[in-house]
């Protein structure tokens, strides 16, 4: 199966877009939200900011996991 394309966005078209956390109104150069403080992602077609992916979050979670399943072998499995 061929991978759908979304069609391409022209910038020019919209003037704001809004926040898909807090829906407030942001310019569409805007990076953060002004309310909530988020980070935002450029524009989609819809006229919404594209939310962004927190690497970090899940390299954290995925850390904290390791590090449980490793004390639960220690204490309990050997």
């Avoid at 919209?14 to 807090?22: E, G, M, R, S, W």
């Avoid at 109104?25 to 992602?41: I, P, S, W, Y």
Wanted: net charge positive; proline share 4%; aromatic share 16%.
């Amino acid at each position: 199966m061929a991978k759908k394309k979304k069609p391409k966005v022209d910038l020019k078209t919209f003037t704001v877009k809004k926040c898909p956390y807090c829906y407030s109104h942001l310019t569409v150069n805007a990076n953060r939200c002004d309310r909530c403080g988020k980070r935002v992602g450029p524009v989609e077609s819809s006229g919404w900011a594209k939310k962004t992916v927190d690497w970090k979050a899940y390299i954290t979670a995925a850390a904290a996991v390791t590090l449980f399943l490793v004390y639960f072998w220690w204490a309990f499995m050997r």
